[in-house]
């Protein structure tokens, strides 16, 4: 049994769950479900960042301690994850306990390593990156990237030797190429090295809302050398070694490239110093481009419509869960920017989810039902529907394993559009009970089956209502993926129902 460990980054509190947010969670959860499906044992963790300026600022605003408006905020995330069917095993807040007892840990090996001193920084500072910028890295003065101003600041901090791991970086990014995908993302990493390292402040004065550092109770953790070590939280460290152990080198970082200088330079470098290996894999995604006329309308009168306005829940409000899940595992390749419309919805809605899944599963229910008694015919050895099958299933496991669930989702819609093709070649509703209509619909069962398997990941309502309709029992998601995908299962004899449309069609206003 192999291991999987793969997180999302930890959503600042401040925000609310928006789109571009849920793309992220939705791509990690379909991640961890299908390992889990293939029987790889497997630790999902996602959760909220809750320390830093801009977290105290706003509960003072709503007159609440930060404690209690972090436990409002952090909510909201929980919420949205339940509503998008996000089966993560933990939620981590950097407010809990067993996170500052990591931290701490951490930070004072790298402290005891001789990796951090004591300086005093003047800098350029903007509250919402919680991030310095040099004078030349601004945009007309402002924050390169919330286009703010930014303040000018000076305290004692402590610094981390970030300078001190240049070449070691760069050796370690040429033994493993593959640390960080896609490899353009690697590259920009490996640019930012060789364009050279400053030691980088890790602590605060100025605020109180944070880690403490043991070792001066002045001082609290700067918000990023905080939260990063998260991952580590989640595994145990500082309290568990064994379970470190078992999950460290098995660890796949999904994140945004807007954090890329965070999760593929400082904390590589940071997790050297602790005398620990750097994670194993980050995953680099793009970014949601919002665009059609449908979004525009909807906030007509007041600007350009951002990500950030978007919020999950109204989505599955009117598409529904799967369908949401679907269009952004499959339209977006993980590593590049995508568009996100309203159109671009719905039209995966109509097409692939009502006119190709939904009217498959509706036909082979339907002529079953009029042809076969409502019963499973018998299978047939030899089937030209066991190739495609099989095909599908192999591109499927590589594009799985390779952070690729548009690939995967493209392999099982060709599979749906074969088995469609089959039912229209042979025309079975046109035949009398007997042995051919028996064959053709005992052969569009079975692939319907290997279908339903196949979209667990993206779909696992959708594949459970399915696998009922099909008469086949169990949870779907809990079946061995090789037997169950496996060509020449479907039992005969088996109850078919046809049910309700699963995706009604919508209608697109001229």
Known sequence: MSRFYITTPIYYVNDAPHVGHAYCTVNADAMARWH????????????????GQKVAEAAERNGVSP???????????????????????DFIRTTEPRHYETVQKFLQAIYDNGYIYKDTYRGLYCVSCEDYYTSEALNEGNCPVHGRPVTEMEEE???????????????????HPKATTPDTKRNEAVSFIKGGLRDISITRTSIAWGVPVPWDAKHVFYVWYDALVNYLTAIGYGRDDALVEKWWPNVHHLIGKEII?????????????????????????????????????????????????????????????????YYLLRDTP??????????????????????????????????????????????????????????????????????APHLALEATWR??????????????????????????????????????????????GTAQTIWERLGLAGDVASLAFDEVTSWGQFPAGLTVTKGDPLFPRIRVEA
């Open 415 to 460: 599979l749906i559009g074969a088995t469609n093709a089959h039912l229209e070649l042979n025309a079975p509703w046109k035949m009398e009970p007997g042995t051919d209509v028996d064959r053709v619909m005992a052969e569009a069962l079975e692939a319907l089956r290997i279908i339903t398997a196949l979209i667990v990941p993206a779909m696992p």
């Open 261 to 325: 200088r965070f999760h593929c330079v400082w904390w590589p470098a940071m997790c050297m110093a602790a005398g620990m290996e750097p994670p194993a894999h980050v995953q680099v995604h793009g970014w949601l481009l919002v665009g059609g006329q449908k979004l525009s309308k909807t906030m007509a009168g007041e600007g350009a419509v951002r990500l950030t306005d978007i919020a999950p829940q109204s989505l599955t409000a009117e598409f529904g869960v799967d369908p949401i899940r």
């Open 67 to 89: 404690q209690e408006w972090t436990d409002q905020t952090s909510a909201r995330f929980r919420a949205s994850w339940d509503d998008l069917n996000i089966a993560y095993d």
């Open 36 to 51: 889990r499906q293939v029987g790889d044992e497997t630790l999902f963790l996602t959760g909220t960042d809750e320390h």
């Open 157 to 175: 901090n402590w610094f981390f030797k970030l300078s001190a791991f240049e070449d070691r970086l760069l050796e370690w990014y040429g033994q």
């Open 334 to 403: 993980l590593g590049t920017d995508g568009d996100f419309s309203i159109e671009g919805i719905t039209a995966r809605y109509n097409t692939d989810l009502a006119n190709n899944l939904g009217n498959l599963v509706a036909r082979v229910a339907t002529v079953v039902g009029s042809k076969c008694g409502g019963l499973s015919p018998a299978l047939p050895v030899d089937s030209p529907l066991a190739a495609e099958a099989k095909t599908a299933v192999d591109t499927a496991r590589s594009a799985w394993e390779n952070f």
